[in-house]
């Protein structure tokens, strides 16, 4: 069974800095198919990285600049380096393949990010 175990969230003051983790397995899970996804309290969930790759990588406009996705493969993880992060990152962070590929939606528990001073 494919599973997805989200980690490294945190409170942290506007400004600041967290990495996300995000373990695969087993380890043939395809992490170039893995992005990461964040769902505040009344939103939708939404993309906000696209799968980590050599070359144009997804961000949603709002993170442009300030969040980097990357893979390990050697120890099944992606990563969500994030900096100067604002009160309106705080959510429940995922990961999860693109939607339409195999293992989309089966979802894990997430990994809370609050953003506040």
């Known amino acids: 069974q494919v599973q997805l175990v989200e980690s490294g969230g945190g409170l942290v003051q506007p400004g600041g800095s967290l990495r996300l983790s995000c373990v695969a397995s087993p380890s043939v899970f395809r992490l170039a198919t893995v992005g990461w996804y964040r769902q505040a309290p009344g939103n939708e969930r939404e993309l906000v990285a696209g799968?980590?790759?050599?070359?144009?990588?997804y961000y949603l406009e709002s993170v442009k600049g300030r969040f980097t996705i990357s893979k390990d493969i050697d120890r099944n993880t992606v990563y969500l380096q994030m900096n100067n992060l604002k009160p309106e990152d705080t959510a429940v962070y995922y990961c999860?393949?693109?939607?339409?590929?195999?293992?989309?939606?089966?979802w894990g528990q997430g990994t809370q990010v609050t953003v506040s001073s």
């Open positions: 999860n393949p693109l939607p339409g590929l195999p293992g989309f939606g089966s």
């Open positions: 799968p980590p790759s050599s070359g144009n990588t």
